[in-house]
């Protein structure tokens, strides 16, 4: 007996993972000579083959006769032998009937292994008959710690998590395909190459070929059926494998009985590999196009079959209708495959015009914003030739398009052009853009004239996107913002959002940012993201939004990080450009970076040339302002900033816009010390103050910033304004003003502290790096001639000088001027001349010069 369990346990190991036949073989292994009988059922590859091997080695080494075939006719029972008859379901009824009549001897053991198809009744009498005692053993798709078993035992050591989930998606735990893959990948020395998206080993796709090829014509084409796209309805299944609706629901069962196809109706993956292999192309474009006529004609979903057809030059009225149909469908689903379908339908025969709008449409949710542009005015240019929804469609696409290049009024042209035609009227959509330009009348009067539609989902966001838009300048500033939010969320699980000539989180950011909002800025913009919200063509916009955000609360790594994924992406179109340039001015003008500041400039140009003003470029505009004061280039600027003051003449100077706009023009005239003009927006800052949280603060700030240039620094004051600036979104501009005014603080106290307000407001700001651009601007720094330092000089100093002194070295290099180092690491310009002073004398330095060799040497590893 101890034989016996040796070899039980040697042969157990063959079973890992299919606990169900090792439960089994353990029963039987415990009493070998006990009569029994039983049944195992399951797909073909679930292992009742294995199973039935390893019983025999097992009753064998017992000393049990096996006999794998059924006994002949007037073949006497015989004692000590087992029956282990596999694929029981092939047998006939004459054959079934013998394998009874020895089954019901006392001292029979049989084990009778079947696939769960065809059921014929003679079976099922056996089955019942031996389910008497106890149920079939039921034989299934491994897990994937079943999988992981397998491959243990197969590849001799503990596969990867990354191997078990691949092997376990491409097989669905088939036991025999699981077996066959990890073979394969083994010999094939691929476990680490093949990867999610890989091919699986040829010898194994090529094997299963043959195996498809060996299935009965109609589970040969069910598996290709499906594996195109064929839905489980017995209508289509049925027209498709021209057989009777009835009859579908038993080829189903046939080939589910093979193993390769899932109970539920699924081909396994790996099956469908070796169907694109084993199937020549021209009967798998058949039964593609097959099933989209069939599909057409049923009024069912064409889609899958028709994205299956897309390259392959199939063409004819049927197959056009076919793409038309599922280019529909992909569209309403808001999907980027529909602007291919539509192309499709084209080359296929289908008539342009027709489906300019649509296509228009598609190619907008597509990101292709040219071929939206291109394809929306060839349905403008001949409103007569096609219907009011696509003229309609078009006008929206259009407008869309134009907002995302700065074209507001081309836009409002536009929706006015769809308003005074017969098949159109107003639409809500157009107010934010006539908002934008300044119309404000007009926005209302749409906005009355457009209501009464059907309440869906789209329509309430428009709706709440039209609202909130015009309560910024005409209403309660929450209510707007709580609305802008609303209508952000009502378009999270629509695709509709790239219609919108602006995305209500972008308008619910930029409101909070004027606001002073930062946190639900934030919030908005992170759900739009992780959303998706407005598809591939806003994704940039609210990366860079997200950016803006982060450079106001002082996280400029963070921004400089988002800037650059935004940018990464391709060209961007003229509104996120300007935005961009604005965000790139604004960082290097923080971070004291003249050259990135000259770099940023040279873009801004371009981009603000490109960009008329509208409302919402009020942001980027006035970082602009503020860079080109720093550049003596307010000249460039003027115009812009005219046209915007204009604007907001027009709107009746909504502070929730204009706060922001005059507080750029306050930190633009402090820079090139335009006193006149600077007194000017204090007053109308003033004016603003009792208005919101956000103009209070900044109304404060510019009050004592102007008091502190003049000489008269009230330290506790100018703190509570600083502090008053962080807690409004401005913690940079918090932290500049407490350190202007230490600057011209007579009282040393007070000086001090304003200098730790600045240091705890720009707590999070990253400090200068020790590569940062040496580049000079013209007088910034005299030209200095290279000195010879001798290297153990250098290298005994570099141990005498502080951080501090460290970092006061760094920007001296890089040519700031010692007021500039002091606004830099909030001290005073006289407390960066000390330092200058004590480095030259500690460093030996007989000149200039030799300081800066000396410098060099230590910041900049001799360079």
Request: charged fraction near 20%; hydrophobic fraction near 45%.
């Amino acid at each position: 007996m101890a034989a016996v369990k040796s070899e039980s346990a040697a042969s157990d190991s063959a079973l890992a993972g299919a606990p169900a036949a090792r439960r089994l073989y353990r029963e039987i292994a415990s009493a070998p000579t006990t009569p029994r009988h039983t049944v195992v059922v399951g797909p073909g590859g679930s292992g009742k083959s294995v199973l039935l091997g390893v019983l025999g080695e097992l009753y064998g080494a017992a000393g049990v006769s096996v006999r794998h075939e059924a006994p002949g006719p007037d073949e006497p029972f015989e004692p000590n032998v087992v029956l282990l008859l596999d694929d029981a379901h092939e047998l006939d009824e004459v054959a079934l009937q013998r394998v009874r009549a020895w089954a019901a001897q006392p001292e029979s053991q049989v084990v009778l292994a079947h696939r769960p198809w065809p059921r014929g009744g003679p079976l099922a009498s056996i089955v019942v008959a031996f389910g008497a005692g106890r149920g079939p053993v039921v034989l299934g798709p491994f897990d994937r710690p079943g999988v992981a078993a397998r491959a243990n035992l197969l590849l001799g050591e503990r596969p990867t998590a990354e191997l078990v989930d691949l092997v376990f998606e491409q097989t669905g735990g088939s036991p025999d395909l699981v077996d066959r893959l990890l073979v394969g990948l083994r010999d094939e020395r691929a476990l680490d190459r093949l990867g999610s998206a890989g091919e699986p080993p040829a010898a194994v796709v090529r094997q299963l070929g043959y195996e498809i090829d060996a299935q009965p014509v109609g589970v040969r084409e069910l598996l290709l059926g499906r594996t195109v796209g064929a839905p489980l309805d017995p209508e289509v299944l049925g027209a498709l494998l021209d057989v009777a609706p009835g009859a579908v629901g038993e080829v189903l069962d046939q080939a589910a009985a093979t193993g390769l196809m899932t109970p539920d109706g699924e081909v396994v993956p790996l099956v469908r590999h070796a169907l694109q292999r084993a199937v020549p192309a021209a009967h798998r474009l058949m039964v593609r196009r097959r099933l989209a006529e069939i599909q057409l004609d049923a009024g069912g979903s064409v889609l899958v079959a028709a994205r299956g057809l897309i390259g392959s030059g199939a063409t004819g009225t049927r197959v056009a209708a076919a793409f038309e149909r599922a280019g529909d469908e992909a569209l309403r689903e808001c999907l980027p495959v529909a602007a291919d379908l539509y192309d499709a339908a084209v080359e296929a025969g289908a008539s342009p015009l027709p489906l300019s709008a649509r296509r228009a449409e598609a190619a907008l949710f597509a990101g292709d914003l040219d071929a939206a542009l291109r394809r929306a005015d060839q349905v403008l240019a001949e409103p007569a030739a096609v219907d009011g929804d696509a003229a309609r469609r078009a006008v929206a696409v259009a407008a869309a398009v134009l907002a995302h290049r700065g074209m507001l009024s081309r836009g409002a042209e536009l929706y006015r052009w769809l308003a005074a035609q017969p098949f159109g009227g107003p639409t809500l959509l157009a107010v934010p853009t006539l908002v934008g330009i300044g119309a404000l009348d007009e926005a209302g009067e749409v906005m009355h004239a457009a209501s009464g539609r059907a309440p869906t989902v789209l329509a309430g966001a428009e709706a709440l996107l039209a609202q909130g838009i015009h309560d910024t300048v005409a209403g309660p500033r929450t209510a707007a913002l709580s609305q802008l939010t609303r209508a952000s969320v009502l378009l999270e699980s629509s695709g509709r959002a790239a219609l919108l000539p602006e995305t209500p989180c972008a308008l619910a950011a930029l409101v909070a940012i004027h606001c002073g909002e930062l946190d639900v800025a934030q919030s908005v913009l992170g759900q739009a993201v992780a959303a998706e919200l407005g598809g591939p063509i806003f994704a940039a916009r609210h990366l860079l939004l997200q950016a803006l955000v982060a450079m106001h609360r002082g996280s400029s790594a963070h921004a400089r990080a988002l800037l650059q994924s935004a940018s990464g992406a391709g060209r961007l179109e003229p509104r996120d450009e300007l935005l961009a340039a604005a965000l790139e001015v604004g960082l290097a003008r923080r971070a004291g970076d003249l050259a990135g500041l000259l770099a940023g400039w040279r873009r801004a140009r371009e981009a603000i040339v490109r960009h008329p003003v509208d409302l919402y470029s009020l942001q980027p505009l006035g970082e602009l302002v503020v860079g080109a004061a720093r550049l003596n280039e307010q000249g460039w600027v003027q115009p812009y900033l005219d046209e915007a003051e204009a604007l907001l003449d027009r709107l009746g100077n909504p502070p929730l816009w204009a706060v922001a706009l005059h507080w750029s023009g306050l930190q633009a005239a402090i820079g090139s010390d335009a006193g006149t003009v600077a007194q000017r927006h204090v007053a109308a800052l003033d004016d603003m103050a009792p208005t919101s949280r956000y103009a209070t603060a900044v109304a404060a700030a510019g009050r004592e910033w102007l008091r502190s240039l003049a000489g008269d620094v009230d330290a506790d004051a100018v703190e509570a304004a600083a502090r008053g600036l962080h807690s409004a979104g401005l913690s940079w501009e918090g932290g500049r003003l407490a350190s202007q005014a230490a600057i011209r603080c007579r009282d040393r106290k007070s000086m001090n502290a304003l200098l730790g307000c600045a240091r705890a407001l720009q707590a999070g700001a990253e400090p200068v790096s020790s590569s940062a651009p040496t580049d000079v601007a013209p007088g910034r720094a005299q030209p200095v001639r290279r000195v010879k330092v001798p290297e153990q000089a250098t290298e005994s100093a570099a141990g005498s000088i502080s951080g501090r002194e460290r970092e006061v070295a760094e920007l001296v290099l890089s040519g700031l001027t010692y007021k500039q180092i002091g606004e830099q690491l909030f001290i005073s310009a006289k407390t960066v001349e000390n330092h200058v002073a004590r480095m030259r004398q500690r460093l030996g330095s007989g000149s200039r010069g030799e300081l800066f060799a000396h410098l060099r040497m230590l910041v900049g590893g001799g360079k």
